[in-house]
């Protein structure tokens, strides 16, 4: 939303990369950012394989939930503007996904950085390791167990799209609690209805900038940029005291 310098410049990265999968951008974007991100996607269609959708003002969760019916693939992967997926690990993932029905997702290894001046392009800062969830416990509640006591994040791993459909049902009537809603709830609908697999090959970098949510503390690993020490996390989960304990949830945490 209203970053068209990112979003252009992962279309070149894919097209520069020679990715020949499809590409579903849903954007929520004010009418002159929306202007010049669908330019550059009239440019690349020739090189790309892009359905290009305007949702202007819409949420993330209800943008991801709208795009469920444009997808016909029987795997799919979320993005957001400044991640980057590895073609190669992506194919590795599915191959992974056709030969292990018990799972109902799979990523591979994922990494972070810094640019400078937290812009889109410029020198790299600093990088650090992004942790996903690995849980292949055979029994769903044991998985749920063990993604939330030491939680990260399955949304960018490669899903089987019935297990997508299922993640986001009626996702946009709870969109209000953005972190329940948007991330929480699809993390823990993976693992209820597979094991979530993770593979020995790079399959994602994600960039951390101010023009991402608050940096926050979490699980992964901290990253030199100018000389300061920045925690780039995965789950955004820093106040899931305050959270549960608040007025729409103090009921079911006290029963």
């Given at each position: 939303?209203?970053?068209?310098?990112?979003?252009?410049?992962?279309?070149r990265y894919y097209r520069d990369?020679?990715?020949?999968?499809?590409?579903?951008?849903?954007?929520?974007?004010?009418?002159?950012?929306?202007?010049?991100?669908?330019?550059?996607?009239?440019?690349?269609?020739?090189?790309?394989?892009?359905?290009?959708?305007?949702?202007?003002?819409?949420?993330?969760?209800?943008?991801?939930?709208r795009l469920l019916g444009l997808i016909t693939t029987p795997y799919a992967a979320f993005a957001s503007d400044d991640d980057f997926f590895v073609p190669s690990a992506l194919e590795a993932c599915i191959e992974f996904l056709e030969t292990h029905p018990g799972y109902s997702a799979a990523h591979g290894l994922a990494a972070l950085l810094s640019i400078?001046?937290?812009?889109?392009?410029?020198?790299?800062?600093?990088?650090?390791?992004?942790?996903?969830p690995r849980v292949e416990d055979e029994n769903p509640s044991l998985r749920l167990k063990n993604l939330l006591g030491n939680y990260s994040v399955t949304l960018f791993s490669v899903h089987r799209i019935e297990t997508w459909r299922k993640m986001y049902q009626e996702a946009p009537e709870i969109g209000e609690w953005k972190r329940f809603g948007g991330e929480l709830l699809q993390c823990s609908r993976t693992?209820?209805?597979?094991k979530v697999g993770e593979l020995d090959c790079l399959s994602l970098v994600r960039q951390i900038h101010d023009h991402r949510n608050a940096v926050q503390t979490g699980p992964n690993r901290e990253a030199?940029?100018?000389?300061?020490?920045?925690?780039?996390?995965?789950?955004?989960?820093?106040?899931?005291?305050?959270?549960?304990?608040?007025?729409?949830?103090?009921?079911?945490?006290?029963?």
């Open positions: 939303m209203n970053r068209p310098e990112y979003m252009i410049r992962l279309l990369v020679g990715f020949s999968g499809r590409i579903c951008i849903g954007d929520s974007s004010d009418a002159p950012q929306a202007r010049q991100t669908h330019e550059a996607v009239s440019e690349l269609q020739g090189d790309l394989d892009i359905e290009y959708q305007r949702y202007p003002g819409v949420n993330g969760v209800e943008c991801v939930h400078e001046a937290n812009a889109a392009y410029g020198e790299v800062t600093g990088t650090g390791f992004y942790q996903q693992v209820l209805q597979g030199a940029n100018g000389g300061q020490r920045i925690n780039m996390t995965a789950s955004g989960m820093s106040d899931e005291f305050e959270w549960v304990t608040g007025e729409d949830w103090l009921p079911s945490y006290t029963s």
